[in-house]
């Protein structure tokens, strides 16, 4: 059964950093991509970043490329979203996600209909 809990979500301020964290159990991820997707009020998932677990190659979304840095830690299973310059508009649900038999950059492209798992997800929320 695989899992995927995600942590780190909360309250901060426009311009502030915050770090997500995601612990993956109940396989090897060794063929799979991970990633972060996120869901704002009223609007659909969208792709944030996504990492190749084996390769670490990283692909990331132009809304968020230069703020925010994909990484894993193979010894942990888990894989952290750092985020940096944090604006209102990053303000969303952020949901760890797994896929198996792919690239960053594969799943990046799909979107969220390719992937196999989902964690319940973290609330971020930047203030003004």
């Known amino acids: 059964q695989v899992q995927l809990v995600e942590s780190g979500g909360g309250l901060v301020q426009a311009g502030g950093s915050l770090r997500l964290s995601c612990a993956a159990s109940?396989?090897?991820?060794?063929?799979?991509?991970m990633g972060w997707f996120r869901q704002a009020p009223g609007k659909e998932h969208e792709f944030v970043a996504s990492?190749?677990?084996?390769?670490?190659?990283?692909y990331y979304a132009d809304s968020v490329k230069g703020r925010f840095t994909i990484s894993r830690d193979n010894a942990k299973n888990t894989m952290y979203l750092q985020m940096n310059s944090l604006k209102p508009e990053d303000t969303a649900v952020y949901y760890c996600?797994?896929?198996?038999?792919?690239?960053?950059?594969?799943?990046?492209?799909?979107?969220?209909?390719?992937?196999?798992?989902w964690g319940k997800g973290t609330l971020v929320t930047v203030s003004s």
């Open positions: 109940g396989r090897r991820f060794s063929n799979y991509a």
């Open positions: 996600a797994a896929e198996r038999g792919t690239t960053a950059q594969t799943m990046g492209a799909q979107g969220s209909y390719g992937v196999d798992y």
């Open positions: 990492i190749t677990w084996s390769a670490g190659s990283t």
